[in-house]
């Protein structure tokens, strides 16, 4: 069986987002197109039935994806974001249902305590943003947890996108809501973005092989605004031959000793 197209991975994925409770399958069906790109990523890379990671995925489709098109699927996250405040743990029945292990753990602060050699890939999408200290020993912990020839997937906001490149001058292009920084007692907003450069110096600093940088455009796509929605569908993929202009970047890269 070869792996699944983007058509049959995006049924999938709409049909898990109805399995969420109400008032959080609107959002995820939203993201069937991101998270589509995301699961194309990793079945390229893993073999069928590879065991996978993914970290502060929150309740997100992702891992219940992975899990659903056959991978051995393992969810980490610390669940503080409002939406499990909020809802508790019927926001993660469908993963239960489907079997992602699911592990309440803070990385940053403690770190994983994972079997050496033990995944096929290990993934983290827009959550390096948020973490408060360096991510340094996290990611050798990771590195030393996926097999020999293993795959690391990195995803973040670009923090020198062409949109912020073009805004900024004028004022505009804040990382975080006012609200969410000052009124909240603990902040969960962007506390550094990378950009190219610091996703290929994170790669060198692992000794990752066969490294790539891809861009794209996610933000754009959902924009409340249809000026930018028409704006992010034409220039898409002209951005996209230089993942430094693009809003979403993306890490590649595999463990030596296949």
Request: a positive charge.
């Amino acid at each position: 069986m070869g792996t699944p197209g983007t058509t049959e991975i995006a049924r999938h994925l709409r049909e898990l987002a109805r399995e969420y409770p109400d008032a959080l399958a609107g959002a995820q069906l939203t993201d069937v197109p991101r998270i589509t790109f995301h699961l194309k990523l990793l079945l390229g890379l893993v073999p069928p039935g590879g065991r996978v990671a993914d970290i502060g995925g929150g309740i997100g489709l992702f891992s219940l994806g992975a899990r659903a098109l056959g991978c051995e699927s393992v969810l980490v996250d610390d669940f503080r974001d409002a939406v499990n405040l909020q809802h508790g743990i019927a926001a993660l029945e469908p993963h239960r249902k489907h079997g992602v292990e699911i592990v309440s753990r803070d990385v940053i602060a403690d770190g994983v305590e994972f079997e050496p050699a033990g995944f096929d890939a290990i993934t983290s999408f827009d959550s390096l943003e948020h973490w408060h200290h360096s991510p340094k020993k996290l990611l050798h912990q990771l590195i030393a947890a996926l097999k020999p020839g293993g795959w690391l997937i990195l995803g973040a906001p670009n923090c020198v996108n062409m949109r912020k490149r073009i805004t900024v001058p004028w004022g505009r292009g804040k990382w975080s809501g006012m609200g969410e920084w000052y009124e909240q007692p603990v902040f969960r907003g962007h506390v550094r973005e990378p950009d190219v450069r610091d996703l290929r110096y994170i790669a060198r600093d692992l000794k990752l092989k066969a490294t790539r940088v891809l861009g794209r455009n996610w933000q754009g796509r959902v924009s409340p605004r249809a000026l930018v929605r028409a704006l992010t569908a034409v220039f898409d993929l002209p951005l996209r031959m230089n993942p430094g202009w693009c809003a979403d970047l993306y890490l590649l890269g595999r463990k030596s000793g296949a």
